[in-house]
């Protein structure tokens, strides 16, 4: 009986650790022509890509920031809008 458990556990050892190594192997697989990629997929980009620029600050505004009056009468226009919609939906709930 303890043959057999050791016989188990080799066996299971073993299915594990071929199941790490083949999924290391992922990636070299991923870039098989045959394998890895649909036929209408796009072609892959020669260069790998590059990180974003996080530190690069946005250049300056030209104009200043919207003053409080243009702030008031684009939510004015917003609230109007809203209202319209959902006077619009109303109508239509009520219609069906």
């Known amino acids: ?4 458990r050791h016989i188990m556990a080799a066996t ?4 594990l650790l071929s ?8 990636t070299s697989i991923a870039d098989m022509p045959l394998v890895g990629t649909p036929a209408d997929a ?3 980009p020669k260069e790998a890509g590059v990180y974003l620029p996080v530190h690069d600050l946005p250049p300056d505004r030209d104009q200043a920031a ?5 702030q008031a009468e684009a939510l ?3 609230a109007a809008a809203r209202d319209q919609q959902a006077s ?6 009520a219609a069906k």
């Not at 919207?66 to 243009?70: E, V």
């Open 66 to 70: 919207m003053g409080p009056a243009q």
């Open 76 to 78: 004015r226009e917003l």
């Open 19 to 26: 199941a790490l190594a083949l999924g290391g192997c992922a």
């Open 12 to 15: 299971a050892a073993a299915l």
């Open 88 to 93: 619009t939906a109303a109508k239509n709930s």
């Open 1 to 4: 009986m303890a043959i057999d």
């Open 42 to 44: 796009p072609a892959r």
